[in-house]
């Protein structure tokens, strides 16, 4: 089945730790997003990537980073310097003018 | 830059009755798309419909139907014959069809609707 995986499911960090977000597809679309999803907040772009080893930094892009080595690929690291990254975290990816397709998220909490 | 509004934070609608969650938009473009998803307690985002703005006909999916008043900058969503698992948080979003330094024009969100069914 074609779709976007997003692991773990849930991530503990415990404070001046990095993490790193898995967010993988087999649909085959050029483009990949990150958001952030706070609670009573739509979703806020972090990072995209049109292309291989090409990505655009997002409305809030400080305190993340991320890579783009394979078209299926798109990890997200949650650095040190994000002060407040307890959220939840969408992955998507499209093709073209479609619409995005979102993986199932990733709950991440900062303990 | 543009804006998108939902000014309905909660919504509630009795089972098989009809409801209608408002958008708005703010947008200096003549063309662009809109979608509403859907994000219901699993938290999945699910594409509910899309509309071209260039298109005058207002999109349908089963249920789900638009109200697209482009000359307004709104785009309000219509559940008929509601069921209980149409209850869920649905989110307008907005995406230019231009291309600006290299984007293909990201999703712009707005805050969501709660939305209830009642049994």
């Known amino acids: 089945d074609g779709g976007i995986t997003q692991s773990p499911k849930y991530l503990f960090r415990k404070e001046g730790q990095n993490v790193t977000l898995s967010c993988e597809q087999n649909l085959n679309h050029d483009a990949m997003y990150w958001y952030r999803q706070d609670p009573g907040q739509g979703l806020r772009l972090i990072y995209y990537s049109q292309i291989v080893n090409d990505f655009q930094k997002g409305d809030i892009a400080e305190g993340y980073s991320v890579s783009r080595e394979k078209k299926e690929s798109f990890p997200l690291t949650v650095t040190s310097a994000q002060k407040n990254p307890t959220a939840f975290y969408l992955c998507?990816?499209?093709?073209?003018?479609?619409?995005?397709?979102f993986g199932p998220g990733t709950r991440l909490t900062v303990l | 830059a543009q804006t998108v509004t939902q000014s309905q934070p909660e919504m509630s609608v009795q089972e098989a009755e009809t409801v209608t969650l408002s958008c708005t938009y703010d947008?200096?473009?003549?063309?662009?798309?809109l979608f509403w998803y859907k994000q219901p307690p699993s938290r999945q985002m699910i594409l509910v419909i899309r509309q071209e703005a260039y298109k005058q006909q207002n999109a349908t999916e089963n249920r789900f139907s638009v109200n697209f008043q482009k000359a307004a900058k709104s785009f309000s969503l219509k559940i008929s014959d509601s069921q209980l698992g149409d209850a869920a948080m649905y989110f307008c979003a907005y995406r230019s069809a231009y291309l600006y330094g290299g984007s293909q024009g990201n999703l712009i969100f707005g805050k969501g609707t709660k939305l209830s069914v009642k049994p």
């Open positions: 947008t200096s473009e003549s063309d662009y798309y």
């Open positions: 998507a990816s499209s093709i073209g003018w479609s619409e995005q397709f």
